[in-house]
């Protein structure tokens, strides 16, 4: 299950990296679950070996109200599916701006030239991290910690 939550993870991260456009997903995702759920749920209670699954979910006695309505289905689905890739870059311009990321990416230190018991600060969004190559002793100075 971890498995899957991190799939889901690593896919809601690529499709929108910013909370609300990740909201969005995370309902869309929803919405899609429950209604292929329920669709399945009315083919599964209709029985197996009845047939058409389209006659399944779309009963029906006058056979040209039928086709109008499977038409109609149809139709919508593909609007909806139509609709969601239109509505594809108003979701994708709720991303940040490279410049607005770019003060919480990663900050690059080079630790091979620092010097026994050298400390460097470096930036990290507008706060000082610091980073301290100890000495073996000021490491054997440091109180133990024991579980």
């Known amino acids: 299950m971890d498995v899957l939550f991190g799939l889901l993870r690593v896919v809601l991260d690529a499709l929108a990296p910013t909370p609300l456009a990740r909201t969005f997903w995370i309902i869309f995702l929803a919405a899609a679950l429950i209604l292929a759920g329920l669709a399945l749920l009315r083919y599964l209670a209709s029985g197996l070996g009845s047939g058409d699954l389209m006659a399944t979910l779309i009963p029906s006695s006058n056979p040209v109200a039928a086709g109008r309505r499977r038409f109609l289905y149809v139709v919508t689905g593909l609007v909806g599916a139509a ?65």
């Open 83 to 147: 609709g969601a890739t239109a509505a594809w870059p108003f979701i994708a311009q709720m991303n940040p701006d490279a410049s607005t990321r770019a003060p919480g990416d990663l900050v690059d230190v080079d630790l091979h030239a620092l010097r026994p018991a050298q400390r460097v600060a470096v930036r990290w969004r507008g706060y000082p991290v610091f980073v301290v190559r100890r000495t073996d002793g000021m490491l054997s100075a440091m109180p133990s910690r024991s579980p």
